[in-house]
């Protein structure tokens, strides 16, 4: 069954140091979402591609963090100087493009630790 | 804006327990529901889903039906199992634009055998 892939799982930092991670959404899945989840809470959108576009980036903090998805694919999202409350789960997820129902799927995370 | 509110948690129940967890959402138009499942130390899962109202989403044993009438999709389970122990997460999608999920903040259930 596909899945989507992240990298890496697991990351600990120092603040002010940058850090990126990365993301291969399911094969055909035009769609890619970048989900933050604090300890605790729900996910919430940071960004959202349709193809390499990016259609959503209102939640994003431009000023520290970014993120593509050049060639419509995979994906990187960067943190660059990372703060202590930006220790979180990252999330990916992507959606096919077909389909009525906006059914996402997860990948298993990549948790931050700043230090 | 649109906005999903949870149960608090964290629920502790014995095994074979009846299980509801409590959703209302605030939305406009016809939003999709969801209920999604996190494991410890793992992304989330769809467990069911519904998209209009009357609808009951059903898998494994769970159900939620979407009341429009009083903005709820509660989540329920006749038999609870040790292995349902997880984060439950409900969502609603938005109907128009750019259709992104807005969670709840998360119930997690403690299931003791």
């Known amino acids: 069954e596909a899945e989507v892939a992240q990298s890496p799982r697991y990351k600990i930092t120092e603040k002010s140091q940058a850090v990126a991670f990365w993301c291969d959404p399911i094969s055909g899945h035009a769609t890619l979402y970048w989900y933050r989840q604090i300890l605790g809470q729900g996910p919430e959108l940071l960004v959202q591609?349709?193809?390499?576009?990016?259609?959503?980036d209102s939640q994003l903090p431009k000023d520290r963090f970014s993120a593509e998805r050049l060639k419509g694919v995979d994906s990187t999202l960067k943190i660059q100087p990372a703060e202590l409350g930006d220790s979180a789960m990252y999330l990916c997820a992507s959606r096919p493009t077909s389909g009525i129902v906006n059914e996402q799927f997860f990948g298993p995370g990549t948790r931050l630790t700043v230090l | 804006g649109n906005s999903v509110t949870q149960m608090e948690g964290p629920v502790t129940l014995s095994e074979e327990a009846f299980l509801t967890i409590n959703c209302t959402y605030t939305?406009?138009?016809?939003?999709?529901l969801f209920w999604y499942v996190q494991y410890p130390g793992e992304g989330l899962q769809l467990l069911l889903k519904?998209?209009?109202?009357?609808d009951k989403g059903s898998n494994k044993g769970f159900e939620a039906t979407y009341r429009k009438e009083t903005t709820s999709f509660h989540l329920e389970k006749g038999s609870v199992q040790v292995s349902d122990s997880a984060v439950y997460f409900c969502a609603l999608s938005e109907q128009w634009g750019a259709q992104k999920l807005v969670f709840g903040q998360g119930t997690r259930l403690t299931i003791n055998p």
């Open positions: 939305a406009t138009g016809y939003p999709s």
């Open positions: 519904a998209t209009k109202a009357d």
């Open positions: 591609f349709q193809d390499e576009s990016v259609v959503d």
